[in-house]
């Protein structure tokens, strides 16, 4: 196959090998790139990554960069530094033509030339973009609703939480005092659950500083529209997590649902009415959009039809893993159920993806997935957690620090795992830091203020 040119002017030797063309940044992306690029002989193929962000984003401590115990560029991995031996794209595929081996690619080189995308042939495709929010069509949702699931949002839902404090702490009206402390989060699976937590937690300790702000001022609601929270943990320490919530006074609704948020008001299903100036929106991911403009086998449920060796099924060259992929789990008792597409079966998909895109290559066999699901592990703020391990359950202390060790020995890159033990270890001696840096999504407000305009309103 006479290979197009990759954007940014690189064209491969004449006599290079395959191309594997590897679509997304995340656990898959990143871990089976990582392994093609130790495994793969000089010549033997290229590898090109093709991501929205420069960096793959470990997930399971935006709740902790959110609360300021971690530092947001250390739940980051820099994809360029990783991956030196790959090529590295920033855009994201818009559309898959696997029957001519064609990805349409929008990058931010095609934007700015205005090109708006270019076409990227490969021999062998790994779709792993992830998935999306899965939103309603609640109204006012798409116009105050914050979603949780990038390092942006989690450091924005932290500056503006404080934010609110501040204003509450300045305003003279109770209406948007009580409007302003009062927040509601929308999903009970691990982001809500965790990212309410966490924040709960600092917002309580910052209280403390504020001459007219009590921690009982502020008020904290997790709707979850069935009837039980953290359903991964079991359905027992999910019952003490609700527990454990409500004992700090916050408002755990199950069987309800978000109506509506406009006009700045949070009506549920149950009737109540909350005027509150915070929505965050955690209740579910679905497919990438990709999936549904390729040409590739998908399930009911818009995932790619996968076989027990993490190819598409039906489609050769075609492989995926994680959020994107219905993959047959081996382990289980039951006939057709799938893996889990969460982060413990993505990283392990990865490494058996990749041995099978060189075994493929080099016409060797391919070996099945098989994991049998280890358990979870969900913090509830610090000091606080719940787990269920190999049939064993935990919960306060002893949970929270299992949540700990563990992420900290999956974050990717030894120079991160430092880092983060490092911050924990001075954030132990030290207080919390309890400063809003709304300011840098507007960097260039004073200079712009200081040359006569004016400064921008916030929305």
Request: hydrophobic share 40%; glycine share 10%.
């Amino acid at each position: 196959m006479v290979k197009a040119e990759i954007p940014g002017g690189t064209t491969p030797a004449p006599t290079s090998g395959a191309r594997i063309l590897v679509v997304g940044g995340g656990y898959v992306g990143m871990y089976t790139a990582l392994r093609l690029q130790r495994q793969l002989k000089s010549g033997e193929a290229e590898v090109v990554v093709v991501s929205p962000a420069p960096y793959m984003t470990y997930q399971p401590f935006l709740p902790e960069a959110a609360a300021g115990n971690i530092s947001p560029r250390h739940v980051v991995v820099p994809l360029r530094r990783v991956l030196p031996g790959c090529k590295i794209l920033i855009g994201e595929a818009t559309a898959i033509d696997h029957a001519t081996r064609t990805a349409t690619l929008r990058t931010v080189g095609s934007e700015e030339e205005g090109t708006g995308t270019v076409d990227l042939t490969y021999d062998e495709l790994v779709l792993a973009p992830g998935s999306v929010s899965r939103t309603l069509p609640v109204p006012g949702l798409a116009e105050h609703g914050v979603g949780f699931k990038s390092v942006e949002e989690a450091i924005g839902l932290r500056n503006h939480v404080i934010e609110q404090m501040d204003i509450a702490s300045s305003t003279r009206d109770p209406a948007i005092r009580d409007a302003a402390l009062t927040f509601v989060f929308v999903g009970g699976g691990f982001a809500g659950v965790e990212a309410l937590a966490e924040l709960e937690d600092m917002a309580r300790y910052a209280s403390r500083y504020y001459h007219n702000i009590k921690a009982d001022d502020l008020k904290w609601i997790l709707v979850e529209a069935t009837g039980r929270i953290l359903p991964e943990v079991g359905e027992e320490m999910g019952t003490y997590a609700v527990r454990e919530l409500r004992a700090r006074n916050i408002d755990v609704r199950l069987d309800t649902r978000l109506d509506s948020c406009e006009d700045r008001v949070a009506v549920l299903s149950d009737g109540a009415r909350f005027p509150t100036r915070t929505v965050v929106w955690t209740a579910g991911v679905k497919p990438h959009p990709v999936l549904a403009a390729s040409d590739l086998p998908l399930d009911g449920r818009g995932r790619l039809r996968c076989t027990t060796k993490l190819a598409v099924d039906g489609a050769e060259h075609a492989w995926a893993a994680g959020d994107a992929a219905a993959v047959p789990d081996m382990t289980a008792d039951e006939a057709g159920k799938e893996c889990a597409p969460n982060a413990q079966h993505a990283v392990r998909q990865a490494r058996v993806l990749a041995e099978n895109i060189l075994a493929s290559l080099r016409g060797e066999p391919l070996q099945d997935y098989r994991h049998a699901y280890a358990g979870s592990v969900a913090s509830l703020g610090l000091h606080k957690g719940v787990a269920h391990v190999y049939g064993r359950k935990l919960k306060g202390y002893p949970a929270w620090l299992m949540h700990r060790v563990y992420h900290l020995s999956r974050v990717p890159t030894f120079n991160r795992k430092a880092r983060v033990l490092a911050e924990w270890t001075l954030s132990g001696l030290f207080k919390r830091e309890i400063v809003s840096l709304g300011s840098l999504e507007h960097p260039r407000a004073e200079f712009e203020f200081a040359a006569g305009g004016e400064r921008p309103k916030k929305p």
